[in-house]
């Protein structure tokens, strides 16, 4: 049974810092691409970023470049999100997702197989 579970979600205030990170079992994990999407109220889910085997091999939205980082850990089977300089609009539900290795990182829900439950991160300002 796969298993995605998202922690570290909270309340921040405007500028600050927060740490997601997803803990993944049930599937080979090496051998997936992981992503966060986000879904604020009244808006489609939107991914934020996504890795596939490093740093090297990383996708950022525009409105994160420069603020958020992913990595992985692939001893741990756990995907990371370090969010900064947040802002009110990064209020969201963030999601981790996870996807067999291909040519491409998948921008979109559906090219995710699996889902995490979210966890509500929320910026004051």
């Known amino acids: 049974q796969v298993q995605l579970v998202e922690s570290g979600g909270g309340l921040v205030q405007a500028g600050g810092s927060l740490s997601l990170s997803c803990a993944v079992s049930g599937l080979a994990f090496s051998v997936y691409t992981l992503a966060w999407f986000r879904q604020s109220l009244g808006k489609e889910r939107a991914i934020v970023a996504a890795?596939?085997?490093?740093?090297?091999?990383?996708y950022y939205t525009d409105s994160v470049k420069g603020r958020f980082t992913i990595s992985r850990d692939n001893a741990k089977n756990t995907v990371y999100l370090q969010m900064n300089s947040l802002k009110a609009e990064d209020t969201a539900v963030y999601y981790c997702?996870?996807?067999?290795?291909?040519?491409?990182?998948?921008?979109?829900?559906?090219?995710?197989?699996?889902w995490g439950q979210g966890t509500q991160v929320i910026v004051s300002s």
């Open positions: 997702a996870a996807r067999p290795l291909g040519y491409d990182f998948g921008y979109s829900t559906t090219d995710y197989n699996f």
């Open positions: 890795i596939k085997w490093g740093p090297g091999n990383t």
